[in-house]
């Protein structure tokens, strides 16, 4: 397959590569829609390990994934020691809260646990006391996402700065990650957190209650109501906050009751994840939750190029226009060499938190994961920069594990080994190539 690509950016590599090629015998000469009734519920087949036939869907149930027993690559160097399962099963369950009581009982074997008061709290029973089930923390280089609350600033107030950096003074997240999160996050100080693609030098602003008052004044924002809200021309300071996960809600009422210390009425309303990203694709809202998933390689024209600003269903929901991150990103698609690349991105991170479009969360430089102990799986848990959705390709069923596992599940009196709750190995990996050292990984399936 040759391709050329009528315009120059690097990143066509990569889209060029991550693409796959289908049998033209199923898929050639029909249109888009003809494509998605055949194949709403159907898979085209592939040439990976795995298969899924019309028998392995369970409609809004579950898809199982069968190893095929022809795979091409099977005695390929790239795949020794991976895709060691028969069959895989994944559960559709909308309910985290179901989710977690069917692991429990065992009918599923891995989660991820995406709640640190669940992390912390909800792992007081007997089957995790006796390591029948496992938690790991598994710390890597896993590109991490941006949430937080993000200010329209196509009109008032959020069109003026000093309104946006008092909000963003407001939002007290040392408090919600000492008195709710048990101290398990980290403040998100740049839209790239915790990557070679932070700019370092970004100030780190945090709860200021006196700084909020001073820019809501020179603002204009100077008189109070009875009541102890802001007026200004006759009208008090009120908006509206809709978010979409009722998880939310704790620290949001948190968030409610600072703002009104200042004299903001700010009215939550919890709304449903699709209404939701409705309203912020439409830029519907003034002010609004957002939580965006991170990418390896970044791609900063959907969220910060002037273009995408007022285009509906881009990620720039706050409305970010500015000349020299357009020139940055136009820059950055032409440069060819990474450590530029990087330079490229920390200087579009910089311009980026200094315009405040968002009241910017907190992070969690890990995943965590919650299993049955039956497992065999390499010293470093999930690969470097990889999720959790790899451990089908990288984990194996141990055969004595499974046995002392089974052997625990029917005798009370039975104890197995938990080992050890954080997983680091990336991160000293990274300390010590960083430190010049010579670094060889010998487990082959991380060959792939």
Known sequence: VSVKSKQLNWRQFLYFAQMSIFPAHYIGNIDGKTYLDKFQFELIPGSGPYM???????????????????????????????NNF???????????????????KGEIDVIL?????????????????????????????Y???T?????????????????????????DREKYNEKLFYNSYLPIDSYFPGSVYENPNNPKLRFDLNKAQQLLAEAGWTQKNSDGYLVKDGKIFELELPFGDPGQEKYLTVYQEDLKKVGIKINLKQIDQTTSFKLGNERNFNMITFSWTGLR???????????????????????????????????????????????????????????HPDAL??????????????????????PRVDDYLTIPITWYIDPEKLAAYDEAKKDNSKMLPQGELDQK??????????????????ETNYDK
């Open 52 to 82: 899924v036939d019309k028998n392995g869907i369970n409609k809004g149930q579950s898809i199982t994934l069968r190893r095929r027993s022809d795979y091409w690559g099977e005695k390929e160097r790239f795949a020794t020691g991976l």
């Open 86 to 104: 028969d069959a895989v099963r994944v559960d559709v369950i909308a309910d985290q809260g179901l989710e977690f009581e069917k692991f429990k």
């Open 361 to 382: 969360a907190w992070y969690l430089p890990a995943q965590r994961l919650a299993f049955q102990n039956k497992f065999g799986f390499p010293k470093w848990i999930l």
């Open 297 to 355: 390689v970044p791609n900063p024209e959907s969220s910060f190029k002037s273009n995408t600003a007022d285009e509906p269903n881009t990620t720039n929901w706050a409305g970010i226009k500015d000349k020299k991150i357009d020139e940055l990103c136009d820059k950055y698609n032409i440069t060819f060499n990474k450590d530029e690349r990087i330079k490229i991105i920390r200087e579009i991170d910089s311009i980026a938190i200094s315009i």
């Open 425 to 442: 190995y990336w991160v000293d990996l990274k300390t010590r190539e960083e430190k010049g050292e010579k670094v060889t990984i010998t």
């Open 143 to 145: 590109p991490n996402g």
């Open 147 to 171: 949430q937080g609350v993000t200010f329209n600033m196509r009109k008032p107030p959020f069109d003026d700065l000093r309104i946006r950096l008092a909000f963003a003074y407001l939002f």
């Open 113 to 141: 646990v995406r709640r640190a008061q669940w992390w912390a709290e909800r792992f007081d029973f007997d089957e995790y006391k006796r390591g029948i089930i496992l938690k790991r923390r598994v710390f890597s280089e």
